[in-house]
């Protein structure tokens, strides 16, 4: 049972908070072109490390407010906590993200790709979501 | 916070909690109850999505500072603005006066990224009160409650037992409950039990 | 059943004359094994069944060996019973852990049928045949045989029976608690560390889990701290901590379970010490505790010796014997045989000595001396130095013990055995820090050389170790460590501790082990040859078990605990373990450290279920959800169904109907009159903002940015894999303005799930969502007459479908209700659906029941509507979808925008497994008898005559008696179903019968939709 320090509320017990697995994952718009296996990548395939892990968490019965999390998940120590569409200040978790098999995947470089669609989306300043995933 | 139930405003039709009839054990003590219970049936709601952009204009129809400080409740006079989250309040306000205030607001915010949404008939407020107030409520809420940990005039949303609720502190043997309407007979259910070591009364 | 009248209490011959913590102006009578006996107020079970000279209080668990009290607390892992009765009745108790109360009822366990003629004793003589593994190795073949075996070995090898009423008629709590520094552990250090912290002005829990303070202190008659008893020493310490407001002392409470973030759970044993128990208190609480830092100061356990027959009655922990003696003044035995590998067992001797007992030390070394060893001889105490006892003799009890010259480390016989007559035997093989707590909240271990066991080093937690459990075995020491933590855990949390710790002075025995590194005393025979020498008696482990798994190559310690199941017992091996280790150890010709032990986890004892469910039973089990209509439905006979939380009336059976001719009459009252329909359960989400449009346009498969305001339009939400997820209708209230539904059971899941694209993939979008579910109160009047029912209760809008469309909301007053008025439907009548502000639903109900009475308004529940849809053809997110369903197969392609660049699903539906023609695809069924329902869930095959397993098609999804089509109608998802309309399919039931239906599509009345303007 963790504590996990809500960005907004303040230290809270787990059983107040969702876990939404693997953060970072950018979200492949629909007409860049990419297969099947690609798209996969993005959809199925989650890392699960021994050692740091960001991850996504919610605030469910508390804020209802997304965040980031640095955990250690042999240690369950919580490096850091920090805001979607951020990415993190502590080095090793910074390397973490870098360090990323994801980073490299057709599905992540496609969803960097400004679109049609999301052009509109920049233009309200929407990008830093986008880049740095959900 | 003192005066939260004050006003003699009422809201027509029929409160959350109408067709419970009031229950009362006595305490094993023989002495006065350790909680009483009782639906603050006549109060507005009003959900407030919007950052401090708006302060003024919602200062300027409430007199409270919006937004509240992180789980803290701002309130001048009969109307409280309670802290839900980082861009959401919940705003209390004299019965019948949740329409016009709402729009009110809303018209001086048009077009602007904000929205303010009647919940008066969504949420059922409880007030519960007395000595071992703070010893109910523990057994279904895992925050801290002592005194000094959760004053008065702090809130939080958080569960009791299995429901969830905004916990509001408004003296130290006094809290604010709100929760889902749906979820009121639950709840209600769930305190008479757990207060069953100190006595407890229900207003029906 | 007729209970045996109990015999006569028996009187207490073992109880000493004077002295002991009992209180003997309050007799006690209490039941064991149907016999009564009396004891003191201040007993635990075990020390009243010691003072009657009971000492036969169990059999054993595999051998079915006639056992006693190892013990006196909750390390005893032999003594386990039965208390109460009836449906009260819990097994499986320690008695050296049950406090005595008038009236108590306990049995022995695992006899039958009794406990001097136990006809399971028949393993013990055919133990040959048991060896370790015995399970594995034998009941390994045929694997198809395992559940048969498995059923009989489960009845042998049980332990205790549970209470036949499997209804616990006790009440049980739990609660949430916060402090600073949480103390597991009241004796010696666990007061001065609650006390150091306390003082600071740190909130603090003292937890112990007996029924008074003081620890072990409470068993020693030879100490004096700061210049007086002991027991004078803990009541003072006691009486401070009680006036210090911040402090929590919990007597009777086990710190059970050690986690993350140091939260811990506590069990409080609140009246099960009670004769009578209060109605309003809790049997039992549990403690679900976030401490800042725990000092963890849970003292240790004594080891046995391992030697042959170690586990009779009458042998006993020396350290227990002693607090038998001194706390309770009860005499285990007159003739009593002491042997020990340390100084410490030498004050047992004293207290036995003392109290009038004929006693003789049998000591393993040599060269055994000392201050404890000088005042045994000086108390004439007669001491074998240099010898084991290497076989205990009896039946029911130890009455000889066989007595050896043996080498150092007792593994050889060097001399002439000598037999002497005894009833006790106090045994001592050294302690082991009781570091379950630390282990639990994964602290590393090391091995201490000198006092031969393992101790807490590196913690994980912020937690601290003090006393005995940190591996000092010496009072002086653990006054201080407790002390310190006390002070170092208040001050991590923020408190001020003053710089200097003082310990209390002490007058005390020098407190010396010096244990010898003895582990298996030999018989004088070959490894498992002999008599039986236990090294884990709850589990009936025996050293011979340990040595036979090593030999078969089971040598890692993991391996070895559950090949043999050692430590594997509800006692966790508190007084095994580190005997099965160093036997290993041995065996393998390898150090203890190198073997090293295995991981300790959570419960520490074990914890009641009932304590842990505590109040989530019954209605508070899960939250029951009730519409603000709830009442009228309750009032008019309704019958419920529950939908998620939601309680919705089902269907309202008139006097002396079933519940298929209610739902008929209800079905068919919709579609000729008019229904009206409890909807307030369905989701609603107020969506607000410039780019509300924009986002239900990447939320829904459809098109929304032209929807006109005050329109309506159904949408279909799917996930990112391109599933069915969810549907509803979402209206447009202004430019920036939607009200979204939902289905009843996807209400919190669509918002979370909008809410969750919102704050971290779109976070350009502006757009609130506020949950209104519950603002809202929802009837839905459907059917030819609706239109008029409105205008008998008093709209005050035109509703001609010229100037209130299908697929239109207005705002209008109903009986000068304020109302919203949807003009949607899920019948495929005429329909409305009526949102009133909540606090009105109940009068906007009545309103209606009364302005639809001249009509034949009919209130029908959840089951017609599901006809009513079906008939139609409509589905339901949740009945024909499971999460594998995507809209073509659904055959709603008509709903997903080929023209949007993107939605959620989009990406999903153009993966080239979505076009694979075997997809379960949605059809409808008509059976070839029309009367005939297909059970919902029955799988379709194409031959019937098929050898079994058959070939399944797919699976109904709905099904049910249409009276309005006048037959059976239902749906199904079938593989490869569009392309097979018109072919028959069948239905194998359970019971041989087949069902033959065709295959059609999936709209069973008004195909047109001509219905719909009423």
């Known amino acids: 049972m963790l504590i996990i320090n809500c960005p907004y509320c303040g230290p809270r017990e787990e059983s107040e908070f969702a876990c939404g697995g693997e953060a970072h994952i950018a979200r492949p718009l629909a007409e860049n072109s990419i297969n099947d296996a690609e798209f996969a990548e993005y959809l199925f395939l989650r890392d699960n490390p021994k050692g740091l892990f960001l991850e996504r968490w919610r605030h469910t019965a508390g804020c209802r407010r997304w965040f980031n999390v640095a955990r250690d998940t042999v240690t369950h120590e919580i490096i850091e906590v920090y805001p979607m569409g951020a990415l993190p200040r502590k080095a090793e978790a910074l390397e973490t993200y870098a360090a990323s098999w994801r980073r490299d995947t057709t599905a992540e470089k496609a969803a960097q790709k400004p679109s049609q669609h999301n052009a509109a989306a920049k233009k309200t300043g929407g990008t830093a979501s986008r880049q740095e995933g959900r | 916070m003192a005066d939260i139930m004050t006003g003699d405003a009422m809201l027509t039709g029929r409160n959350a909690l109408a067709g419970r009839a009031g229950m009362s054990t006595a305490a094993p003590d023989g002495g006065s109850a350790g909680l009483l219970i009782k639906e603050v049936a006549h109060i507005g709601k009003i959900n407030i999505r919007g950052t401090k952009a708006f302060a003024k204009v919602i200062w300027n129809h409430t007199g409270c500072e919006f937004p509240p400080a992180n789980n803290m409740v701002s309130s001048a006079g009969a109307r409280h603005i309670v802290w839900l989250g980082p861009d959401e309040a919940l705003l209390l306000c004299e019965a019948g006066m949740e329409r016009d205030l709402r729009r009110k607001i809303s018209d001086d915010l048009a077009g602007q990224h904000f929205a303010a949404t009647n919940v008066t008939d969504a949420l059922c407020v409880l007030q519960v009160e007395g000595p071992d107030v703070r010893a109910v409520l523990a057994k279904g809420c895992a925050l801290d409650l002592h005194p000094k940990k959760f004053v008065p005039g702090q809130c939080a949303q958080t569960m009791l037992a299995h429901a969830g609720v905004t916990m509001i502190a408004t003296d130290e043997n006094c809290f604010l409950l709100i929760c889902r309407t749906s979820f009121a007979a639950y709840t209600l259910d769930w305190l008479q039990d757990a207060a069953l070591e100190f006595g407890f009364v229900f207003q029906g | 059943m007729r209970l045996l009248k109990p015999k006569r209490a028996a009187r207490q011959m073992s109880r000493l004359s004077r002295g002991g913590r009992i209180n003997r102006t309050k007799p006690i009578t209490f039941t064991f094994d149907c016999k009564q006996y009396q004891g003191y107020e201040g007993d635990t079970l075990a020390s009243a069944l010691l003072a009657n000279n009971v000492h036969l209080v169990g059999r054993s668990f595999k051998y079915h060996r006639p056992r006693g009290i190892l013990g006196s607390g909750s390390e005893e892992p032999n003594a386990l019973i039965r208390l109460g009765r009836g449906a009260y009745a819990e097994p499986n108790l320690r008695a050296t852990q049950i406090e005595l109360f008038e009236g108590l009822y306990a049995q022995s366990q695992n006899r039958t049928p009794s406990l001097k003629f136990d006809i399971g004793a028949v393993n013990s003589l055919l133990a040959r045949f048991f060896p370790a593994g015995f399970y594995y190795k034998t009941f390994m073949w045929p694997a198809s045989m395992w559940m048969s075996y498995e059923r009989v070995i489960r009845y042998a090898a049980g332990l205790g029976r549970v209470a036949d009423d499997h209804n616990d008629?006790?009440?049980?709590?739990?609660?949430?608690?916060?402090?600073?520094?949480?103390?597991?552990?009241?004796?010696?250090?666990?007061?001065?560390?609650?006390?150091?912290?306390?003082?600071?002005?740190?909130?603090?829990?003292?937890?112990?889990?007996?029924?008074?303070?003081?620890?072990?202190?409470?068993?020693?008659?030879?100490?004096?701290?700061?210049?007086?008893?002991?027991?004078?020493?803990?009541?003072?310490?006691?009486?401070?901590?009680?006036?210090?407001?911040?402090?929590?002392?919990?007597?009777?409470?086990?710190?059970?379970?050690?986690?993350?973030?140091?939260?811990?759970?506590?069990?409080?044993?609140?009246?099960?010490?009670?004769?009578?128990?209060?109605?309003?208190?809790?049997?039992?609480?549990?403690?679900?505790?976030?401490?800042?830092?725990?000092?963890?100061?849970?003292?240790?356990?004594?080891?046995?010796?391992?030697?042959?027959?170690?586990?009779?009655?009458?042998?006993?922990?020396?350290?227990?014997?002693?607090?038998?003696?001194?706390?309770?003044?009860?005499?285990?035995?007159?003739?009593?045989?002491?042997?020990?590998?340390?100084?410490?067992?030498?004050?047992?001797?004293?207290?036995?000595?003392?109290?009038?007992?004929?006693?003789?030390?049998?000591?393993?070394?040599?060269?055994?001396?000392?201050?404890?060893?000088?005042?045994?001889?000086?108390?004439?105490?007669?001491?074998?130095?240099?010898?084991?006892?290497?076989?205990?003799?009896?039946?029911?009890?130890?009455?000889?013990?066989?007595?050896?010259?043996?080498?150092?480390?007792?593994?050889?016989?060097?001399?002439?055995?000598?037999?002497?007559?005894?009833?006790?035997?106090?045994?001592?093989?050294?302690?082991?820090?009781?570091?379950?707590?630390?282990?639990?909240?994964?602290?590393?271990?090391?091995?201490?050389?000198?006092?031969?066991?393992?101790?807490?080093?590196?913690?994980?937690?912020?937690?601290?170790?003090?006393?005995?459990?940190?591996?000092?075995?010496?009072?002086?020491a653990a006054l201080r460590e407790g002390a310190r933590a006390g002070a170092k855990a208040a001050s991590a949390t923020g408190f001020k501790t003053s710089a200097t710790i003082e310990a209390p002075a002490l007058d005390t025995p020098k407190q010396s082990w010096r244990p010898l590194a003895a582990w298996k005393i030999t018989n004088g025979e070959g490894p498992g040859r002999g008599p039986k020498a236990f090294v884990d008696f709850q589990n009936d482990v025996t050293a011979s078990d340990v040595v036979l798994a090593a030999r078969e190559g089971f040598q890692s310690v993991e391996h070895l605990k559950r090949y043999t199941t050692m430590g594997m017992a509800t006692d966790q091996g508190k007084t095994s373990n580190i005997n099965a280790l160093a036997i290993l150890a041995n065996t393998l010709g390898s150090e203890i450290p190198e073997v090293g032990t295995t991981t300790f986890r959570m419960p520490y004892t074990p914890a009641n279920i009932g304590a842990i469910a505590a109040r989530d039973i019954g209605h508070l089990f899960d939250p029951t959800r009730l519409t603000r209509m709830d009442d009228w439905h309750r009032a008019n006979g309704a019958s419920f169904e529950h939908v998620g939380q939601w309680m919705r009336a089902w269907y309202y059976p008139k006097e002396g109907e079933t519940m298929t001719e209610a739902v008929n009459r209800e079905v068919l009252a919709a579609r000729t009159t008019a229904g009206l329909l409890d909807a307030s359960t369905l989701g609603k989400i107020d969506i607000r903002g410039p780019d509300a449009a924009e986002f239900l346009n990447r939320i829904y498969t459809n098109s929304w940015l032209k929807l006109g305001v005050g329109k309506c339009r159904y949408g279909l939400m799917l996930k990112d894999d391109g599933m069915v997820m969810d549907d509803g209708v979402t209206t447009r209230l202004a430019e920036d303005h939607f009200h979204m539904t939902t289905t009843t059971g996807g209400a919190a899941n669509v918002l979370d799930w909008m809410e969750e694209w919102l704050q971290t993939e779109w976070q350009e979008l502006k757009v609130y969502l506020t949950s209104v579910t519950e603002e809202w109160s929802v009837a839905t009047l459907s059917g030819p007459n609706a239109a008029k029912i409105l205008e008998a209760a008093g709209v005050d809008i035109d509703l001609s479908a010229s100037s209130f469309p299908f697929m239109s909301m207005q705002e209008a007053h109903l009986g000068g209700l304020p109302v919203r008025l949807f003009r949607i439907s899920f019948t495929g009548e005429l329909s409305y659906e009526i949102n009133v502000k909540a606090r009105h639903g109940l009068a906007l109900w009545t309103l209606l029941?009364?302005?639809?009475?001249?009509?034949?308004?009919?209130?029908?529940?959840?089951?017609?509507?599901?006809?009513?849809?079906?008939?139609?053809?409509?589905?339901?997110?949740?009945?024909?979808?499971?999460?594998?369903?995507?809209?073509?197969?659904?055959?709603?392609?008509?709903?997903?925008?080929?023209?949007?660049?993107?939605?959620?699903?989009?990406?999903?539906?153009?993966?080239?497994?979505?076009?694979?023609?075997?997809?379960?695809?949605?059809?409808?069924?008509?059976?070839?008898?029309?009367?005939?329902?297909?059970?919902?869930?029955?799988h379709a095959v194409i031959d019937p005559d098929q050898p079994m397993p058959m070939e399944m098609l797919g699976q109904v999804t709905s099904s049910y008696y249409s009276p309005n089509v006048g037959s059976s109608i239902a749906m199904a998802m079938l593989k490869g179903g569009h392309s097979m309309l018109g072919s028959t399919v069948y239905f194998p039931m359970l019971d041989g019968d087949v069902i033959e239906a065709e295959i059609v599509e999936p709209t069973f009345f008004d195909a047109k939709g001509e219905r719909i303007n009423g």
């Open chain 3, 169 to 476: 008629p006790d009440r049980y709590e739990k609660t949430h608690a916060h402090c600073d520094v949480l103390v597991a552990g009241g004796g010696a250090a666990g007061l001065m560390a609650a006390l150091h912290a306390g003082r600071s002005g740190a909130r603090v829990i003292l937890a112990d889990e007996q029924n008074e303070f003081g620890g072990w202190l409470l068993a020693e008659n030879d100490t004096r701290i700061e210049g007086v008893d002991a027991s004078a020493w803990i009541a003072g310490m006691v009486a401070e901590l009680e006036t210090i407001p911040e402090v929590t002392l919990l007597p009777r409470t086990t710190v059970f379970g050690y986690m993350d973030h140091n939260y811990l759970t506590l069990v409080e044993r609140v009246t099960d010490h009670l004769a009578e128990r209060p109605a309003h208190l809790p049997r039992q609480r549990l403690w679900k505790v976030r401490a800042g830092q725990t000092v963890l100061a849970q003292g240790a356990h004594e080891r046995p010796l391992v030697f042959s027959g170690n586990d009779l009655p009458g042998v006993m922990l020396a350290g227990a014997v002693r607090n038998f003696v001194n706390r309770y003044g009860v005499l285990p035995g007159n003739r009593a045989i002491v042997v020990t590998n340390n100084d410490d067992a030498y004050r047992t001797a004293l207290s036995l000595d003392e109290a009038g007992a004929n006693v003789v030390v049998v000591d393993l070394r040599i060269d055994a001396a000392g201050p404890l060893i000088t005042a045994a001889r000086d108390a004439e105490i007669a001491i074998m130095a240099g010898h084991a006892v290497t076989l205990a003799h009896g039946g029911h009890r130890v009455a000889r013990a066989e007595i050896c010259p043996v080498n150092e480390g007792a593994t050889q016989i060097i001399g002439d055995a000598v037999h002497m007559d005894c009833d006790l035997i106090a045994m001592s093989g050294g302690l082991s820090p009781a570091v379950h707590l630390h282990s639990q909240a994964r602290g590393k271990l090391e091995w201490d050389d000198r006092n031969l066991c393992f101790k807490p080093s590196a913690t994980h937690e912020a937690s601290f170790n003090a006393g005995a459990c940190n591996g000092g075995f010496d009072l002086g």
């Open chain 3, 849 to 938: 029941m009364e302005a639809g009475a001249e009509f034949g308004i009919t209130p029908y529940g959840t089951e017609a509507m599901h006809v009513l849809r079906a008939e139609k053809g409509f589905i339901i997110v949740g009945q024909e979808t499971d999460g594998s369903v995507t809209p073509q197969d659904l055959k709603m392609d008509w709903i997903v925008s080929d023209v949007k660049p993107d939605f959620i699903g989009k990406r999903a539906l153009a993966r080239a497994s979505m076009g694979f023609d075997d997809r379960k695809q949605l059809v409808g069924l008509l059976t070839t008898d029309s009367q005939r329902v297909i059970p919902e869930g029955a």
